[in-house]
T-cell receptor
């Protein structure tokens, strides 16, 4: 089975722009969670989607949003980028169940 | 909210040495996972271990849920074991939301 895939792998944007990241879960997995990793804050939960519905949301501003499609693929969007949004964004999929499996991440740099 | 603390924060070993990494959590959990983050950033699943002991090759893990801690043992370490090890938990009401510790950065020297 193919693993979780994320595109793009690397991205450079400037302040004020917006960005969309994509995640394709493992085949048969219907839950997708997103995490942000920064050196200062570590790994933090952004949101989780199941059956195209957001079930859970972390403590992030409204500039961070996401959605899930009927094929379970998910996208997250960050609008009005700030320097502090520079991070590794990780997507994880699950059946849903107790185990989450992570993709390789998208490394976003905001200049 | 629940707190997850890992120790030590940094660990330097010579190849062939053994090590124990610890994860303490402040409340009852439904799920505990150990991950290894490789130099490229990907989190690799090591163990799903809400309780009990599991072994996989040179790695083993034990979780004592009643005492709220988990241990990851690495035996006969290799340079490829280098990276950051994270434990992550989820608890009631946080479905799909893993709470991560800050990790243990392991460096294995040849």
């Amino acid at each position: 089975k193919a693993g979780v895939t994320q595109t793009p792998r690397y991205l450079i944007k400037t302040r004020g722009q917006q960005v969309t990241l994509s995640c394709s879960p493992i085949s048969g997995h219907r839950s997708v969670s997103w995490y942000q990793q920064t050196p200062g804050q570590g790994l933090q939960f952004l949101f989780e989607y199941f059956s195209e519905t957001q079930r859970n949301k972390g403590n992030f501003p409204g500039r961070f949003s996401g959605r899930q499609f009927s094929n379970s693929r998910s996208e997250m969007n960050v609008s009005t980028l700030e320097l502090g949004d520079s991070a590794l964004y990780l997507c994880a999929s699950s059946i849903p169940g107790p185990q989450q499996f992570f993709g390789p991440g998208t490394r976003l740099t905001v200049l | 909210g629940i707190q997850v603390e890992q120790s030590p924060p940094d660990l330097i070993l010579q190849e062939g040495a053994n090590s124990t990494l610890r994860c303490n959590f402040s409340d009852s959990v439904n799920n505990l996972q150990w991950f290894h983050q490789n130099p490229w950033g990907q989190l690799i699943n090591l163990f799903y271990i809400p309780s009990g002991t599991k072994q996989n090759g040179r790695l083993s893990a034990t979780t004592v849920a009643t005492e709220r801690y988990s241990l990851l043992y690495i035996s006969s370490s290799q340079t490829t074991d280098s990276g950051v090890y994270f434990c992550a938990v989820d608890y009631g009401g946080s479905q799909g939301n893993l709470i991560f510790g800050k990790g243990t950065k392991l460096s294995v020297k040849p």
